[in-house]
């Protein structure tokens, strides 16, 4: 069943939030998995290894703070993100040209150079996708690609004006290389796709909170409420729980936009839907049922229990003057006959307004026909 329009911005908000502490949870476990191979590399280096003796250690620390800066939500999720990847990137990268210049990528290093630094290159080609999207991705992928790609090929070129018959491993370099312009294709195109999909579900979202919703007060418009309400009706027809249908009149609003003017009139509106709003459930439906008239429809809410809701909200405006301004409603309320269908609810609902005008104004009028 579709949600009333008037809650959708809370669960969008409510969601963003939760999504945003996943991510946050999901970083710091990455960080410190980072961590701990960055250490156990640092543990067992071989000797005369200056860079993972010095450089390690001091990535370690640099790692540990951005972990504790993420916990403590120092700066945006967004800045964490460039911060982690540049850092990561940096290391990966600078590791990976010190090995070509100061090992034998061609010879017999040449297994510790695939098997100990180019799986971590293509972490990084996919990491920038998932952290930073589609174009931060792809600028952080193409220039590991092209600086990766002209380190072999600077080694691989410096080989053959050397010693071509000694270069038989230059393919193994080709082969990862290409390995890596596959990976990002693929991870380029899947992140594209998914931020398109995205989008275009975003846009879908908004296009029916918009269609549904009441652009000057925010709670659902008359097309939202019939949505509401048929689902319930169906809900109610079928588990035979009650549903109850208020319709609330402001009193004489003509008159104050006469006195008052529209301006004064608008604000009266947004703030006796604030105050609706403030006043219905999360599962109940408040909308603008067209003018100076609004509609309240509370799933397993029995009549007398919405008429002493109706009256508190009744009695809460009556003494708060809205914008300056004395206002008061009148209310009718009807309860759903199951099979009958909701207009037929909303029609004795309006015929209980009526009458509730017809005594007087500023009063709940039930079925019964009894002022609460």
């Not at 009650?242 to 402001?250: C, M, R």
């Not at 004064?264 to 403030?278: H, P, Q």
Request: include cysteine.
């Amino acid at each position: 069943m579709d949600s009333a329009p008037g809650n959708d911005l809370h669960a969008i908000r409510t969601e963003l939030n939760r999504l945003e502490t996943y991510r946050r949870r999901i970083y710091l476990g990455v960080i410190l998995l980072t961590i701990v191979i960055v250490m156990l590399s640092w543990a067992f280096r071989e000797n005369g290894d200056p860079f993972i003796a010095i450089a390690y250690p001091l990535f370690a620390v640099i790692l540990a703070g951005l972990g504790m800066a993420l916990w403590r939500r120092i700066t945006s999720l967004r800045t964490m993100e460039i911060i982690f990847v540049a850092t990561v990137g940096t290391l990966i990268l600078s590791r990976l040209a010190w090995h070509f210049r100061f090992s034998d990528p061609l010879g017999e290093h040449l297994l510790l150079l695939a098997g100990g630094h180019y799986w971590a290159v293509g972490i990084l080609i996919v990491c920038g996708f998932i952290t930073l999207g589609f174009r931060g991705g792809m600028i952080t992928g193409v220039a590991t690609f092209l600086f990766s790609g002209a380190l072999a090929t600077h080694e691989i070129l410096g080989c053959f004006l050397a010693a071509a018959e000694q270069c038989h491993n230059w393919v193994y370099l080709a082969r990862i290389h290409l390995f890596f312009a596959v990976l990002l294709a693929l991870t380029s195109a899947g992140t594209f796709l998914r931020e398109r999909t995205w989008g275009a579900f975003t846009r879908a979202e908004t296009l029916q909170h918009w269609a549904n919703t009441d652009p000057l007060c925010g709670l659902s418009n008359r097309r939202g409420a019939d949505r509401f309400l048929a689902a319930e009706a169906a809900l109610a027809d079928r588990y035979q729980r009650p549903l109850t249908i208020i319709l609330i009149d402001i009193d004489h609003f003509k008159a104050i936009n006469d006195e008052h003017g529209h301006k004064a009139g608008d604000t009266v509106i947004r703030e006796f839907a604030d105050i609706l709003s403030s006043t219905v459930r999360e599962v109940d439906l408040a909308a603008r049922w067209g003018g100076d008239e609004f509609l309240v429809a509370t799933p397993g809410v029995d009549l007398r229990a919405a008429r002493h809701a109706a009256e508190r909200c009744r009695r809460a405006i009556e003494r708060e003057p809205i914008a300056g301004i004395p206002v008061t409603v009148t209310v009718g309320i009807a309860e759903y006959v199951p099979g009958k269908g909701a207009d037929d609810a909303i029609n004795r609902a309006d015929a209980m307004l009526y009458r509730a005008k017809t005594a007087g104004r500023n009063r709940v009028i039930t079925e019964a026909c009894e002022p609460a």
